[in-house]
């Protein structure tokens, strides 16, 4: 019992964190660089699949139900913001992450389960993205584009977020002694 009560205060903590990290941010294009991804990783590295995604479902599903907790707000307009899909790809891309990472990873495995994080983050908004895109354009925006505009301009700095988590997580894991 003693566990999960520890988890679950652990989940609430990186949904507000990933709530903070919504407002640190950097404008660039269409959206704005800022720390979710961070807080996401995070989570599903210390946390491990199933209470990093429900760190980030509880963070989601505080912004739908109205909190201004999203960059720009919150509330069930957001599902027609081009980057909703990016904060729903955040509840897969923690689960993702705390299952490659296992037990006790090393850095190298961290790295390589934020990469796979990442990916499935893109995986499901970009395709969100497109969507509302053409639903506001009313005509088709291309690959190129989308992959430009949605992806390619944010790699730099989530390659960062990878390396500060590559470095913090195995730190914060002994502190906490590893929980996922």
């Known amino acids: 019992m003693r566990s999960e009560v520890r988890y679950l205060v652990l989940a609430g903590l990186f949904a507000a964190l990933t709530a903070v990290g919504a407002f640190l941010r950097f404008p660039l294009g269409t959206m704005s660089v800022t720390l979710q991804f961070f807080f996401t990783a995070m989570a599903g590295v210390l946390l491990?699949?199933?209470?990093?995604?429900a760190s980030q479902g509880v963070y989601v599903a505080l912004g739908l139900v109205g909190l201004p907790v999203f960059t720009m707000g919150g509330g069930p307009s957001y599902l027609?913001?081009?980057s909703m899909g990016f904060l729903l790809g955040l509840i897969p891309a923690a689960w993702v992450i705390g299952r490659l990472c296992g037990k006790d990873p090393g850095r190298l495995r961290i790295a390589a389960a934020c990469a796979a994080g990442l990916g499935m983050l893109?995986?499901?908004g970009l395709p969100y993205m497109g969507a509302v895109l053409r639903l506001y354009l009313h005509r088709e925006i291309g690959l190129e584009a989308l992959l430009w505009t949605g992806m390619a301009v944010y790699l730099p700095g989530d390659a960062l977020k990878i390396a500060v988590t590559v470095l913090l997580a195995p730190v914060l894991s002994r502190r906490l002694?590893?929980?996922?």
């Open 48 to 53: 491990g699949p199933k209470w990093g995604a």
């Open 80 to 82: 027609l913001q081009p």
């Open 122 to 124: 893109y995986l499901v």
């Open 177 to 180: 002694g590893r929980m996922g």
